[in-house]
């Protein structure tokens, strides 16, 4: 049975998730890693699909980490292809269940073509109002601060703590009220470092091409359990707080 949020047991606004394990899964079946990037993608749909459907407003992946060209150059080359490829097939149904694509990380150092076709995914489900979903692509957390620090120094702004954190790539959602790893490690890796300050953190051991429908239900009971303080005394917290929206774009 799915998880039903209440006042007592509410839903995450936005969840993040750090996609670990494609390679090992692909590993423990003596398959090539690509294969396992495949998988990777198919457990996205599924995630994508339960999350809107239980009705979270935005869903934040960890496509790519800025660290991740350090891989082999024949896997790496694999993931651009493969990002290309899902693109054409997945976007005509996020476009048609509502659901908002948006791209976050040092594009530009992607290939025109994909370039290109990030673009083209992003408008084709601009008018998306039911989730959105961020796909961090050469993304980094330290590079995320760094940039939104640069823009405020290049504008002549003063470097508050409000105006930081609207000048980062993650502006336009709310901070991530959950952020879920796979695959066992119990690490962040650089990811939302700045917008996680106050996340509930879930750590799953499955590897992500297992992360099924039951796995985010169980992630979602556990942080319908947990207190949410915002450094508060659990006496000051009545009703639960929640952190402000983000900006409008």
């Avoid at 490690?185 to 992500?208: G, H, T």
């Amino acid at each position: 049975m799915p998880f039903l949020p209440s006042s007592a047991h509410p839903l995450p606004r936005h969840i993040a998730i750090i996609m670990d394990g494609n390679g090992r899964w692909a590993r423990q079946r003596f398959l090539p890693r690509i294969v396992g990037h495949r998988q990777g993608v198919a457990s996205l749909r599924r995630c994508v699909q339960a999350c809107a459907a239980r009705g979270v407003q935005a869903l934040t992946v960890f496509a790519f980490s800025s660290e991740n060209w350090r891989r082999p150059p024949d896997e790496v080359s694999g993931l651009m292809g493969l990002m290309g490829k899902s693109l054409a097939s997945e976007v005509p149904a996020l476009q048609e269940a509502g659901v908002r694509l948006r791209f976050i990380g040092q594009l530009n150092a992607l290939a025109e073509g994909l370039q290109a076709a990030l673009a083209q995914a992003e408008a084709q489900t601009a008018s998306g109002q039911r989730m959105t979903l961020n796909v961090c692509l050469n993304y980094g957390g330290r590079w995320d601060i760094v940039q939104a620090a640069a823009r405020l120094a290049a504008r002549g702004e003063t470097i508050t703590e409000e105006a930081l954190g609207q000048a980062l790539s993650l502006a336009c959602s709310p901070d991530p009220d959950l952020l879920i790893r796979t695959g066992g490690e119990q690490r962040i890796s650089n990811f939302l470092l700045w917008q996680c300050a106050y996340s509930e953190l879930f750590f799953s051991d499955r590897l992500w091409p297992d992360f099924d429908e039951a796995a985010l239900d169980e992630a979602l009971a556990a942080y319908a359990a947990r207190e949410r303080r915002f450094g508060k005394t659990s006496e000051q917290v009545q009703p639960p707080v929640q952190p402000q929206d983000g900006q409008a774009c």
